[in-house]
Nanobody
Framework: QVQLVESGGGLVQPGGSLRLSCAASGTTFSTSVMRWYRQAPGKEREWVAS????????TYTDSVKGRFTISRDNAKNTVTLQMNNLQPEDTAVYFC???????WGQGTQVTVSL
């Protein structure tokens, strides 16, 4: 089993940056595909980015390509999401997810506003 705890959210102005982290406990992190999702108020949760267990492959939803970067450190059991050039439409609660275990963290709030 893997337990996930996100951190790093906050309030930032448009064009700013934030770095989200997800700390995982458990023995299966290094074999898990890790994903970031987000859920904006009144909207369904949407997938943002994924990274394979070896970091060989990363994928992103179109709206964040070129602005967000997902990475992981299997030695530290962490996955990060570097978010640059943030825009108001990026405002959401961000969640990390481990697949195939299907586990979720509690989420961290990101607010992009003047």
């Amino acid at each position: 089993q893997v337990q996930l705890v996100e951190s790093g959210g906050g309030l930032v102005q448009p064009g700013g940056s934030l770095r989200l982290s997800c700390a995982a406990s458990g023995t299966t992190f290094s074999t898990s595909v890790m994903r970031w999702y987000r859920q904006a108020p009144g909207k369904e949760r949407e997938w943002v980015a994924s990274i394979t267990s070896s970091s060989r492959t990363t994928t992103y939803t179109d709206s964040v390509k070129g602005r967000f970067t997902i990475s992981r450190d299997n030695a530290k059991n962490t996955v990060t999401l570097q978010m640059n050039n943030l825009q108001p439409e990026d405002t959401a609660v961000y969640f990390c997810n481990a697949w195939p275990a299907g586990l979720w963290g509690q989420g961290t709030q990101v607010t992009v506003s003047l």
